[in-house]
């Protein structure tokens, strides 16, 4: 027999990580009396998948006015780049919006769905403090976020919801720590498929980060069966409990302590599991880690997992030029994406526990540059998943009307829903109570409307 | 074949840039002297800092700042070096990895006459190694690139050419793919700016056809009302907010300047951003013949302007500097250039990317102050000398005592590339180039040249692992391409690497062979062995930790061939925690 089985490699490699929350169901331990534990432990399980956009989705040609005089105020502004009408795609949102709504025809995949209830879209979202209009913004009478129109200060505070500090948590982080406090696994509560990310960071317990095509495997140290090995193995695991002082060495052999784990423990589950009957579209790397999003959810049992964060990301959106080239491509991926993971989700018996939401970095400028949009600020995102009530459009659909009343400059403009809200909604679906998303999300306080609605 | 075509790529450079030439000679023939004639060791006064002169300079006076003093080039002459352990941290920073004969050399120089015999190196430049093969496979520049980086002989320049393309970023990852060749002509400013002038360095980024399409300047025009265009933002934004001052105001030592609301000052606003995007219109492909569907397409040459297209309205710029109407494409540029060159946060904010670059991640502010001084004024008057940026770097105290002066917080994650390059340079790597491909690299290791994901680099200046990092408030950009997932990867690759592909047996000519006969030569002699790997892979020696599993790895394996044992060590060595850090 093998003297140094899966089991020893276990306890060696969790030796280091004991209090961070990955061995002993309950180890975190404290009293708990907040109202997400009390719920959260009945049973249900509730999963948020965080969809980012990176590099700023052109969510103003993903739903578009159809008809009309507001149809003609977007193709003005909006120029060669303006879905042709006869393109669209008509909605029939279930409360009617003020104009006829059409979705972009690459987003076809995206259309079962929202006939079918379980995919909704929520207007013109965006980073703002307090409620204010386009002329508030001009005339800099309401407070304003900080670096507008950049990339990694814009996404920062859609991810952070908290606008002072850089270096704070993000929100999907704080509530991770306020809602799995009792949960088994904890370092498992959160998982990126793309590596780190402000939504996760900052928790107590650090995500777990593993990427689509699954948990990597140690050449020449995996063979539990090779005593060959076993004396690498054990001088390998041994050197990172050592005792480092130098910041840098000791959380280089706590990310391989960790690493070692998951390589593991969940590889052992994902192996056990085998592949989702549902076919993954090729070519989509957001499918993929969508798809390894729907593996991790359906062996959650064997982690004793209540609440889950997954964040998932696809790039490109910055299109700056080529913009009819590229948006196409990119807009088929969502849908096809969303679409596929709508059905894994069915597959696997998840579909009434698991949201999916879109976030960006922000939206684009109406106006276009010649071949492409620039950094604008509202933004229509995508909520999808049983809970939602799908096949509507929440919130405000702007004027799409370059210095019309919704512009704050050069086609850039101002959200009518702060992101604040759009989490809030999703967090007291999760099962915060309203008092500790108010916590939770600093400027919701400014206000009124603390749940969108598109949750039930 | 090489040297003709390499002697050809520096006519050509010469020729386009007869000026800048000139400017770089003089700046390393300053800082040479500088350097030999040890003016750098006065120490003393920190206030060298003139802002009036930068002030007076912006926009039309060009890059000359009215001369302050001496620059503060590290606190004493740091020659010579104390022994094989600091030659090797040193070279860690100034090289992709210390060999044992640079450590002998470096030893017998010191760090200044190294420094010094470094700049006047001629440049291994990349586009004459991507071009061998043709046409280039796929990611070839990535080939090209480990080949240069692991065995060219100016391995300073070759460093802070790396780290350049980390702030004047381009990628393939989004569109220029097919344009190997290209991407590594752009690495080639970089390569023959290295010691050379910031200003120039971007100017010629910014008419780079590569950076041109990849931040989408190339083919911007002036507005178009009826249509409903105005230009695009792209460039005017990132060589703002990345490529020179960065979003917020900053005083000489990087701290951030806050208003009264303690809110960080922003630097600039959205109408600057604009202006500037106005400035950068009508520029194109060198001769292009169609605007909006090239068919003539010069991804070498710099880009052209085309007066047609440029906007001719007046452009107020940073700090309500104005350019005047009716301005040619060319004047705006150079004057809108001019303008950021010379606002006073370039300094801090490159010094800061440098010293993270090649020396500590939580540089101490008055370390960020003496390199930003150099930046300012080099000693002969000239501002944004990138050698005396480098120089100051490199010998500074802070660099050169920090390992003991702050042990448990200072150094830095290594990149994995340089892990890579490091253990290939140890250990005498041959890379046949017919070859040789590594364009799987990206994939494995999160990391591989003109790869970034975007233009926000590899990694965020500001990235604090969570854990003891992020408690003790330092950051530790490295760490973002570090996780449960990639650590995994890169350790199989130091493995393979390590151990499978160390013999002429090993049939993999596409990867690199190491060659280990030298450590192999010190088995049964464990002191003298674990010695050498502690200076060829730590820069250190080996903690107590390490020694106590070597021995018992060593015991473990005292039936193996001595080949195997010493591959054991090797990979011990190079996986440890230790090894990962540099300090």
Not at chain 1, 274 to 296: R, S
């Amino acid at each position: 027999m093998n003297k140094f089985t899966r089991r020893r490699f276990l306890e060696l490699g969790c030796r280091t990580i004991v209090g961070s929350g990955l061995v002993g169901a309950g180890v975190a331990g404290g009293s708990v009396t907040n109202a997400a534990h009390a719920q959260a432990t009945s049973g249900n399980y509730k999963a948020l998948v965080c969809i980012h956009l990176n590099g700023g989705n052109d969510g103003f040609n993903m739903i578009v006015p159809a008809a009309g005089a507001a149809y003609n105020e977007y193709a003005n502004g909006r120029g060669h780049l303006a879905v042709p009408a006869s393109d669209l795609l008509q909605l029939n949102p279930a409360t009617a919006n003020t104009t006829a709504i059409g979705l972009n025809p690459h987003m076809a995949a995206l259309k079962p769905s929202f006939e079918n209830g379980s995919l909704g879209f929520q207007a013109n979202v965006g980073t703002m403090l307090e409620p204010g209009s386009a002329e508030d913004v001009r005339n800099k009478s309401i407070r304003l976020p900080e670096q507008l129109f950049s990339h990694n200060d814009q996404t920062r505070q859609w991810q952070k919801l908290n606008h002072t500090h850089h270096s704070d948590a993000g929100w999907g982080a704080r509530a991770s720590d306020l809602i799995a406090k009792g949960q088994a696994n904890r370092n498992l509560t959160s998982i990126s498929l793309t590596g780190s990310n402000n939504w996760q960071a900052g928790s107590e317990f650090s995500a777990f980060n593993i990427d689509s095509e699954g948990v990597r495997s140690y050449s020449g140290m995996d063979n539990y069966s090779a005593d060959w090995q076993l004396p690498r193995r054990e001088a390998f695991i041994e050197l990172l409990h050592a005792q480092y002082n130098n910041v840098f060495e000791k959380a280089y052999a706590e990310l391989q302590t960790r690493a070692l784990v998951l390589s593991t423990n969940v590889g052992a589950a994902l192996a056990k599991r085998g592949e989702l009957q549902t076919p993954v579209p090729a070519d989509n790397p957001l499918a993929a880690q969508l798809a390894m999003v729907a593996k991790l959810i359906s062996v959650k049992d064997e982690f004793s997992l209540y609440r889950q964060f997954f964040y998932v990301e696809l790039g490109g959106f910055d299109t700056h030029d080529y913009q009819l080239e590229k948006q196409p491509a990119l807009y088929r991926k969502i849908a096809e994406a969303m679409a596929f993971f709508n059905q894994a989700l069915v597959e696997i018996g998840y579909q009434d526990d698991v949201v999916s939401f879109t976030t960006s970095d922000f939206g684009r400028t109406v106006t276009s540059n010649g071949d492409g949009t620039d950094h604008g600020w509202g933004n229509h995102h995508i909520v999808m998943g049983n809970p939602v009530n799908g096949g509507d459009i929440f919130g405000l659909m702007p004027r799409i009307l370059v210095n019309g009343p919704d512009d704050s400059r050069n086609g850039r403009i101002v959200p009518t829903t702060s992101v604040s809200q759009y989490a809030a909604t999703m967090l007291q679906w999760l099962g915060l109570s309203q008092n500790e998303v108010d916590q939770l999300l600093p400027s919701l306080a400014n206000f009124n409307q603390k749940n969108l609605g598109f949750l039930s | 074949m090489i040297t003709s075509m390499l002697m050809e790529r520096m006519n050509r450079l010469r020729l386009n840039n007869r000026v800048r030439i000139q400017k770089i000679t003089t700046g390393v023939q300053a800082l040479a002297v500088c350097l030999l004639l040890a003016a750098c060791s006065g120490g003393g006064d920190s206030d060298l800092y003139d802002e009036n002169g930068i002030e007076t300079g912006s926009v039309s006076s060009g890059n000359k700042v009215s001369n302050t003093g001496v620059p503060q080039l590290g606190a004493a002459l740091p020659s010579p070096v104390d022994d094989d352990y600091a030659a090797a941290r040193f070279l860690q920073r100034a090289t992709f990895g210390p060999t044992l004969s640079d450590i002998a050399h470096l030893r017998q120089l010191g760090y200044t006459a190294w420094i010094a015999e470094q700049m006047q190196k001629p440049a291994t430049f990349l586009l004459p190694v991507t071009r061998e093969h043709n046409p280039p496979r796929w990611a070839e520049h990535v080939n090209s690139w480990l080949i240069n980086s692991t065995t060219a002989d100016d391995q300073l320049r070759q460093r802070v050419a790396f780290a350049l393309s980390q702030f004047f970023v381009v990628s393939d990852q989004n569109g220029l793919g097919d344009q190997q060749a290209a991407l590594a002509n752009y690495y080639d400013i970089l390569v023959a700016n290295s010691f050379g002038n910031f200003r120039d360095l971007m100017e010629q980024v910014t008419l780079s056809p590569i950076m041109g399409d990849y931040l989408s300047m190339k083919g911007n025009q002036k507005p178009d009302t009826e249509k409903g265009i105005r230009p695009d933002e792209n460039y005017a934004r990132e060589l703002l907010q990345l490529f020179s001052i960065g979003l917020v105001q900053l005083e000489l030592d990087g701290t951030v300047v806050l208003d009264d609301n303690d809110v960080p000052v922003a630097t600039y606003d959205q109408q600057v951003v604009e202006a500037f995007a106005h400035v950068f219109t009508g520029w194109h492909f060198k001769d292009v013949e169609n605007w909006n569907y090239p068919k003539v397409k010069d991804w070498y040459a710099p880009m052209q302007a085309y007066q047609d297209k440029h906007d001719q309205g007046e452009k107020t710029l940073l700090n309500g500097a104005v350019l005047p109407a009716g301005q040619s494409a060319e004047k705006d540029l150079e004057d809108a250039l001019d303008n950021i060159f010379n606002h006073p946060n370039v300094a801090p904010f490159f010094a800061q990317h440098m010293i993270r670059q090649l020396v500590t991640s939580n540089p101490s502010s008055a370390y960020i102050a003496r390199v930003a001084t150099a930046f300012n004024n080099d000693g002969s008057g000239i501002r944004g000398n990138i050698a005396a940026v480098v120089a100051a770097t490199l010998l500074d105290d802070e660099a050169l005592n920090g390992y003991r002066q702050n042990p448990q917080t200072f150094g830095k994650l290594r990149e994995p590339l340089i892990r890579l390059t490091s253990l290939w340079r140890a250990f005498d790597a041959r890379l046949i180039n017919s070859k040789f491909t590594y364009g799987w690299l990206r994939n494995r290791f999160n990391q591989a040249p003109l790869q970034a994901p975007s233009v926000f680099n590899f990694f965020s200046p500001s990235f604090s692992q969570s854990g003891v990092i992020r408690d003790m408030n330092l950051v530790s950009p490295e760490f973002q391409i570090h996780d449960e997932s990639s650590i995994i990867e890169l350790t199989s690759a130091m493995l393979a690497h390590s151990i499978w592909q160390n013999t002429e047996s090993v049939s993999d000519a596409d990867l690199a062979l190491i060659d280990i006969t030298g450590l192999m030569l010190l088995d049964g002699q464990r002191e003298a062995l674990f010695e050498l790997l502690g200076k060829l892979t730590l820069a250190k020696p080996p903690s107590a930790g390490l020694l106590t599993q070597a021995n018992k790895l060593l015991d473990a394996r005292k039936n193996a061939s001595s080949e195997t044992r010493t591959e054991e060590m090797l990979f011990l060595f190079i996986s440890s925690p230790e090894a990962a850090v540099q300090r």
